[in-house]
Structure formats: structure tokens, C-alpha cells
């Protein structure tokens, strides 16, 4: 007998399916809308910061200034790694991809957790919290052991965005190289059941634990048609020889049918808000840094890009414009999917804890197309 049943529909990409309620964020794919807990994305991006973002999309309403001030506390209390941590990021091949260093390190921290399987929302809470503060010093320290330099542990007194700049380059980042920084990580926090979201709470929904979720999310995030996107868009842009190739760089690429890294998205079909504030950003950051070169060719692929497939309701995605942000803030191209993880960590954590308050196992069925009533043949008639 098939799985499905004549009452189900199939919906592969579950597209179709709303698995549950959510208070987190609110997006409007056709008017390019992305709200946290009712509050524009660009007025967080303007007035907030990634640990008051954190705040929010956790318990739903923004902080008092004593309780921001005790989260942010509370975060930094766990900046830094035990012993064993710090060793297991020098022992990692240096050829390791980043993303699979900090899969492999956030599942480490379960083993110093006494609490791992105590799914309290205090213990997983915990948990989230420790994972949103240690992985800035994973990442930022593996590049630099790869580099041959040594670790630089995390100052209590820095906030994420400066911490992880600081330990990255060895020295106290600019203000504006960290305000940028703090904007890219509030708007990657969070965007409702996006597919590693979802890993994370196919995990928790087996009331297993924060740790394995994250782990799941981060190699869910790591494939190219999701947060991979930003590094492909970069290898892109280095691809293309100049300004004047990117009109027949892009037209091949959609002759071939081959995807254009940073546009599509499948709830966005308008422009992605988020790409609309990191347009604005990127071309900024670009000038002071003496990327502009950069900025105008994404521009000109956006231009083509909108003449060929906009009517299709492909248009930028919130990879296209992070990428060049990121390139020009000196950020090596393998490190841009960890540093959305970096962010994520506050989405992944909201819906994880919202799906516990009301768990259901997740358990969708596939309609079965294959034979019945095979016969098996001993390995010797084959
Ligand atoms: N470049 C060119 N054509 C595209 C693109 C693109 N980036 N994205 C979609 N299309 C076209 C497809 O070729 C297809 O055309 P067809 O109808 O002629 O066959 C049509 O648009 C629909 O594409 P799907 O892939 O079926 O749409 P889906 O909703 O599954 O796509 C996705 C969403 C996966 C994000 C897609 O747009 C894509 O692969 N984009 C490139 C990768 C990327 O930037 N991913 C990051 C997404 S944002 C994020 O996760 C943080």
C-alpha cells in the first residue's frame, strides 16, 4: 500500500503547506515586505542591533534597557571556548570548508553540556545562547589558524559584530566596518521557514537537541540554491572579466539555462527587501573601500537580469548585495555562509523554541511509485 493516501496532495517543495503558527516574521513575497515580530526590517536595520534583534525574535517584543543589558551578559559570558574547544579548532585541516568546521564545532559543544538532553525552554534557551555566542570565535579562529596565525580569544566587552572583527583581524575593527557587519546580521537573523529553519525544527520536533538542530541547519544552509548563494555570487562576479563582459556573461548563462547566483527566491516575487537595503549598503561600503568596480558590475547584472527574467518575478535576493558587503569589508569568500549562520543562529533558535511550546513530530509521506511483491533473487542468479 502507497504511504499517501487519496486525502493528501503532493507537494514536494511544500510550497503548499503551512506547518504551523509562528509570531516571528512576517513576509509579504508579492510586495517585498519582511517584518520581525511586526517591525520593518529596515527600521531594525536602521535603529537596532544583531543582540537586540536576538532579543526580539526570541520573546517576541523588544527589551527593556536592563534587559538588553543582562542578554547582553549573558552572551558574552559565553564568548569564549573551553580548552578542548580551542584545541579541536587548531587541530582542524586547514583545508577544512568553514562551513563544515562550524558544523562540526557547534556539535561539540554537546559534549560539555551537562544539560544537552533537558528540553526545558531555560536549558534549550541555554543552549541557543551559547551556540549564538561561540560561533563568532569558531569561525574568526579557524581562519586565522589556517592563516598560521595564532588565536585571539573574544573581549567580553565587544559586542558580536566587533568581536568577531576584531578576533578575525587581530585588532579593533573600524566603527563602520562593524556597524555594517551589525546590519548584514540583523538582516540574516531570520526569515521564516526557510529550509534550514525547517531542518531545525524537523530535529527538535524529535525532541532531540539544539545542538543537533543547529549542526542540521548549518549543512542545510550551506547548499548553493540556499545561504551557498553568497559565496557563488562573489566567485561570479570574480569570474567576469570587467563591466563590459557582463552583458554576454549574463545572457550565456540564462541561454544555457544555467541559474544566476543571488536572484530567484521562491516566496519573493518582488524584490527582496533585504536586498533593497544592502543595495544602498553595498555601494557605500564599496566606495570607502575602493570596491566600486564591484558594485557597478553587480548593478549592471541587476539591470540585465530585471530586462530579461523580472517579469518571471526573479529579482535580487539578499545574497546579491551581501556578497560585495562582505568582499569589501576583507572577509575571505569561504567565510560569507558562516557569518549568515552566524546570524541565523537567532532565527534557527526562535523557531525552535516556538515549535517546542507546541511540538508535533513532522513526519510527511511520499506517494510510493516503485514495485510490489519483488522477488528476492539470491545474490548468485543476479
Ligand atoms: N537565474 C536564472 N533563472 C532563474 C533563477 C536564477 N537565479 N532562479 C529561478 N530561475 C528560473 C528557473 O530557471 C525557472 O525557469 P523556467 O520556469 O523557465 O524553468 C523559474 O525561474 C523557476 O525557478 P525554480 O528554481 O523552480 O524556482 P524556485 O522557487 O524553486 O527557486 C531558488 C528559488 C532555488 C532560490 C532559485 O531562484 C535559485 O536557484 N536561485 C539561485 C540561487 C540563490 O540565489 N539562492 C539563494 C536564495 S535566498 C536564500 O536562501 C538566502
Redesign the pocket.
Given at each position: 500500500m502507497s504511504e499517501a493516501t487519496t486525502t493528501m496532495t503532493m507537494d514536494k517543495?511544500l510550497d503548499h503547506t503551512i506547518i504551523g503558527e509562528s509570531t516571528k516574521s512576517f513576509i509579504d513575497g508579492q510586495k517585498g515586505v519582511l517584518e520581525y515580530v511586526g517591525i520593518d526590517i529596515d527600521s531594525l536595520a536602521r535603529n537596532s542591533t544583531f543582540e537586540e534583534t536576538c532579543f526580539l525574535l526570541w520573546n517576541d517584543r523588544l527589551p527593556t534597557p536592563d534587559e538588553l543589558e543582562a542578554y547582553t551578559r549573558r552572551i558574552r559570558s559565553h564568548y569564549d571556548l573551553s580548552d578542548a574547544m580551542w584545541d579541536a579548532v587548531r587541530a582542524v585541516p586547514h583545508g577544512a570548508p568553514p562551513m563544515h568546521v562550524l558544523q562540526a564545532m557547534v556539535a561539540m559543544l554537546a559534549f560539555e553540556d551537562p544539560a544537552c538532553d533537558d528540553q526545558s525552554r531555560d536549558a534549550e534557551e541555554e543552549k541557543a545562547i551559547r551556540i549564538l555566542a561561540k560561533t563568532p570565535a569558531i569561525i574568526a579562529n579557524f581562519d586565522r589558524v589556517r592563516k598560521g596565525l595564532e588565536i585571539v580569544r573574544p573581549d567580553a566587552g565587544d559586542d558580536i559584530a566587533t568581536s568577531f572583527l576584531r578576533m578575525l583581524n587581530g585588532a579593533a575593527p573600524g566603527e563602520a566596518s562593524a556597524k555594517a557587519l551589525d546590519v548584514c546580521l540583523i538582516l540574516h537573523a531570520d526569515?521564516g521557514i526557510?529550509a534550514s529553519t525547517f531542518a531545525t525544527m524537523v530535529v527538535v520536533g524529535t525532541e532531540s537537541d539544539m545542538y543537533s538542530a543547529v549542526t542540521g541547519a548549518i549543512g542545510t544552509l550551506r547548499g548553493?540554491?540556499?545561504?551557498g548563494?553568497n559565496e557563488r555570487v562573489m566567485h561570479m562576479l570574480q569570474e567576469i572579466d570587467g563591466l563590459d563582459a557582463v552583458e554576454d556573461f549574463v545572457l550565456g548563462r540564462?541561454s544555457r539555462?544555467e541559474?544566476?547566483?543571488?536572484?530567484?527566491?521562491?516566496v519573493y516575487k518582488a524584490i527582496d527587501p533585504r536586498a533593497t537595503y544592502l543595495k544602498t549598503f553595498a555601494e557605500s561600503i564599496a566606495t570607502e573601500t575602493g570596491n566600486l568596480d564591484l558594485f557597478h558590475m553587480s548593478r549592471r547584472i541587476e539591470e540585465i537580469m530585471e530586462s530579461q527574467?523580472g517579469a518571471?518575478g526573479?529579482h535580487p535576493?539578499?545574497?546579491f548585495y551581501s556578497a560585495t558587503t562582505y568582499y569589501s569589508l576583507g572577509l575571505a569568500i569561504d567565510l560569507f555562509t558562516p557569518i549568515f549562520a552566524m546570524s541565523r543562529n537567532a532565527g534557527w533558535a526562535a523557531h525552535a523554541l516556538e515549535r517546542l511550546e507546541d511540538n508535533r513530530l513532522i513526519r510527511p509521506r511520499c506517494q510510493y511509485t516503485g514495485p510490489h511483491g519483488a522477488a528476492y533473487i539470491p545474490a548468485s542468479e543476479r
Open positions: 517543495g526569515h526557510n548553493p540554491l540556499h545561504g548563494a540564462l539555462k541559474k544566476v547566483p543571488g536572484f530567484g527566491h521562491r527574467v518571471k526573479i535576493n539578499v545574497d
